[in-house]
């Protein structure tokens, strides 16, 4: 008799993610269990680690854009081409945004089995992690790292609003520069793009694409307070960002950047690292249902 070889499908969950419930995972795992898979779940957040199981073909991530940033880690020291997918249930889902499918658990389950929308991504190094969406240096990332996670829970992404009103009192800025491919360029703030999108649907890079191998970069020389809000209302009115004043724009394939200050640097809405940093595209691109 001939052995059916099922897919092993490993739900990844953050159980602190902004719109998690406990009720949506058992759906999913029901949805790819009746649509042929074997389930495994893990957890993953704050304070949690995780490896890719070894049995399983497919990872789903179920969170936001900083829980698929841990799978994906999870996922380039695992020693093999894992594909992933990403069930929203995060505050803003960045990536989500990228390539929006039906979140109808079998609809999804059963897409995702199938293979269908295959698509490359490349994630970009930073440092000794990496970030698939959009990294940044400055005001914003200023205001991320004096972020409430309690508030976060309770309000959401008004907690963003919050922290960004106490930056505004203590208004950061600091010399920063960067170096990329033989250019030098002091500045005050600066943000990089893998993806179109950045703190929900607004765009600093609207010529970003994950498939892309490159990185999309705006360097702010003078980030004064009115400067800045010009910089939002930019993005805003999708406005060229390049005729914001004082805004520099350019690609690359790779990035450094230093201060003699240890600036917070946000990373798909998460403070990873503080400067120095350098940022590299990967290689090798993550394959996505």
């Avoid at 009103?165 to 943000?191: D, K, N, Q, S, V």
Wanted: charged share 20%; with cysteine.
């Amino acid at each position: 008799m001939e052995q059916t070889i099922r897919t092993t499908v490993q739900l990844v969950v953050n159980p602190t993610a902004g719109t998690y419930r406990s009720t949506l995972v058992a759906a999913l795992q029901g949805a790819f269990e009746r649509a042929g898979a074997q389930v495994i779940v893990s957890e993953s957040g704050p304070g949690m680690s995780f490896a890719i199981d070894p049995k399983a073909d497919h990872v789903c991530s179920i969170g936001g854009d900083g829980t698929l940033r841990h799978v994906a880690l999870a996922s380039a020291a695992c020693g093999r081409a894992v594909p992933l997918s990403i069930y929203p249930t995060g505050t803003i889902n960045l990536i989500h945004r990228e390539a929006r499918c039906s979140l109808v658990p079998d609809h999804y389950a059963e897409r995702v089995l199938r293979g269908a929308a295959a698509r490359q991504h490349y994630a970009v190094n930073l440092n000794e992690t990496l970030f698939l969406a959009c990294a940044s240096v400055g005001p914003d990332s200023a205001a991320v790292a004096a972020l409430s996670s309690r508030l976060k829970r309770r309000i959401g992404r008004l907690a963003y609003a919050v922290a960004f009103c106490r930056t505004l009192l203590r208004w950061p800025r600091h010399e920063i520069i960067l170096e990329a491919e033989g250019r030098t360029l002091r500045c005050e703030a600066f943000y990089v793009a893998k993806g179109r999108f950045f703190a929900g649907p607004w765009s600093f890079a609207p010529a970003a694409r994950l498939h892309a191998p490159e990185l999309h970069v705006v360097a702010l020389t003078k980030v004064t307070r009115l400067r800045y809000l010009r910089f939002l209302l930019a993005m805003v009115v999708r406005a060229r960002i390049d005729r914001v004043p004082g805004a520099s724009c350019f690609s690359c394939t790779e990035l450094s950047a230093r201060s003699d200050h240890p600036l917070p640097v946000q990373a798909d809405g998460d403070i990873v690292a503080a400067l120095p940093v350098t940022l590299s595209l990967r290689p090798d691109p993550i394959l996505f249902h």
